[in-house]
């Protein structure tokens, strides 16, 4: 069974900084695309970040120079490390895993940034 655990969300001042962690099921980590998107109440479901299965990365322009999307192969777990947050950044944050026609949804972890 596939399963996409996020954790590390929270509230957080504006400037301020926070790691999310995704841990997937091995059967699916090494071989899936992970990525995080973000849902802000009353918008669609955006991208954030995503990494392939071998380190390539792409970001929103949104969240450029400000976040970073890494994963560690041996634990089967993605981090999003945000830095410089802002109160846009609010949202519900979602892990995902993509490998065309499938895409696996964790149920998110809600990230608040407000002072």
């Known amino acids: 069974q596939v399963q996409l655990v996020e954790s590390g969300g929270g509230l957080v001042q504006p400037g301020g900084s926070l790691r999310l962690s995704c841990a997937a099921s091995e059967r699916i980590f090494n071989l899936y695309t992970m990525g995080w998107y973000r849902q802000a109440p009353g918008k669609q479901r955006e991208l954030v970040a995503t990494?392939?299965?071998?380190?390539?990365?792409t970001y929103a322009d949104s969240v450029k120079g400000r976040f970073t999307i890494s994963r560690d192969n041996a634990k089967n777990t993605v981090y999003l490390q945000m830095n410089s947050l802002k109160p846009e950044d609010t949202a519900v944050y979602y892990c995902?895993?993509?490998?065309?026609?499938?895409?696996?949804w964790g149920k998110g972890t809600l990230v608040t940034v407000s002072s």
């Open positions: 995902s895993a993509y490998r065309s026609p499938i895409t696996y």
């Open positions: 990494i392939t299965t071998v380190g390539s990365t």
